[in-house]
């Protein structure tokens, strides 16, 4: 993360004395990237973090990938996967993955396990409901509208609130997601020409300090996932300070960059994982040249494989395709795809574009999992063929 931050109570200088009310230290904790050499925090615990009790393998609910074969577009209507309630972890529905990254899908109503994902962040889109992130930093309340960015190896508790489930677009990374480093000086601050800054960022304010004893973690980990017996709660910190910790940030706060001319999506880059990008589509003024088509033009991102989740408004492109709220296209690469028969012509003299979307382009091929072919629209790939 771009910028320091210190909550709760932390001794004046790091590694040395820090001691509770009874006499006994606390137990400090560096997390940390890539070994010592990247963006850390140190967190004051007043139990061992490393204490655990038991350890046994632990089988996750399966799922299988297998490739976009025929090699075709493809329409994902996630809403039809809605059977019931189900837990924002376990339950998700994996739907598109590839050795970076995995996309999936939750209609959840009830709280996780405790979970701890030792290959990668995680990036949370909140499509509806409310959510709170709990971990040993403390807790984020997040929002419809909201991502939020969960550091590799992060304990955290998934906890929908309110009165209706939360509807959560998951991606999960094999590596690390954060600001796209163009956005950013070589000291990590956000630079001017950045559609977003450390203002729209929301980091946890306040430990939770929570009490418990022999409590089950989840990790999955590069070999498999184990569940462990802590012998204390593991969100028993009273502080800590550093770069590192669950963030929160609203597609709402971003700030669109647009031109005379139809812009690429870049200008939409809003995350970066690794061999993968994450971009927000917002409501915009588009293009002002007295001759601009809008929409996009027909592109083949030779190297990648784009795939839109449309979350709100009306995608001007996709008119007359099917698309809905919760739907999520894949244009793979091996294919030209723009924007749908009449869909050009509709958009001149459009001053203003009201469309909410996530996009995902990632540098290797995305495999269907499961549940992409339980909530497929599979007419999708022939809509260009005809006049709407």
């Not at 598109?96 to 396990?113: C, E, Q, T």
């Not at 009273?238 to 709402?252: E, K, N, Q, R, T």
């Not at 449309?310 to 924007?339: C, D, K, M, V, W």
């Amino acid at each position: 993360m771009p910028y320091y931050r210190s909550v709760g109570d932390v001794p004046r200088k790091r590694h040395t004395q820090f001691r509770q009310p009874d006499g006994t230290l606390y137990a400090e904790e560096l997390m940390g990237q890539e070994g010592f050499s990247s963006d850390s925090s140190l967190l004051y615990h007043r139990h061992a973090p490393t204490a655990i009790l038991a350890a046994d393998e632990f089988a996750p609910p399966p799922f299988t990938r297998a490739p976009n074969l025929p090699l075709k577009p493809r329409h994902l209507r996630t809403h039809k996967l809605d059977t019931g309630g189900a837990d924002p972890v376990l339950g998700r529905q994996y739907l598109l993955a590839n050795d970076d990254v995995r996309i999936g899908y939750v209609l959840a109503d009830r709280p996780s396990p405790l979970f701890r994902d030792a290959t990668g962040d995680h990036c949370l889109y909140v499509e509806s409901g409310t959510l709170r992130v709990e971990s040993p930093f403390g807790a984020l309340d997040a929002v419809a509208g909201d991502y939020v960015i969960i550091p590799t190896s992060t304990i955290h508790r998934l906890v929908p609130t309110g009165d209706q489930p939360v509807r959560l677009l998951t991606v999960e990374a094999s590596g690390h997601i954060g600001p796209p480093k163009r956005y950013l000086s070589v000291r990590g601050q956000f630079l001017e020409h950045s559609p977003y800054c450390e203002r729209d960022v929301r980091g946890p304010d306040a430990p939770l300090l929570v009490d418990g004893e022999e409590v089950e973690v989840l990790v999955r980990h590069r070999r498999g996932w184990t569940r462990y017996v802590y012998a204390q709660h593991p969100f028993d910190v009273v502080g800590w300070d550093g770069h590192l910790y669950p963030w929160a940030f609203s597609i709402h706060d971003f700030e669109p960059i647009t031109g005379r001319i139809h812009q690429p999506p870049p200008v939409h880059q809003t995350f970066q994982g690794p061999n993968f990008v994450i971009c927000s589509f917002v409501p915009r003024k588009v293009d002002y040249h007295p001759d601009a088509i809008p929409v996009p033009y027909n592109h083949h991102n030779v190297d990648s494989d784009e795939m839109l989740f449309y979350t709100g408004g009306n995608y001007e492109a996709r008119r007359g395709s099917g698309i809905e709220q919760g739907s999520i296209s894949l244009h793979p690469s091996g294919f030209t795809h723009g924007p749908q028969p009449g869909a050009a012509e509709r958009s001149i003299g459009a001053d203003y574009f009201d469309e909410l979307a996530v996009m995902v382009d990632t540098f290797r091929p995305l495999d269907l999992c499961d549940a992409a072919g339980a909530c497929e629209d599979e007419g999708y790939a022939w809509t260009w063929a005809r006049s709407v």
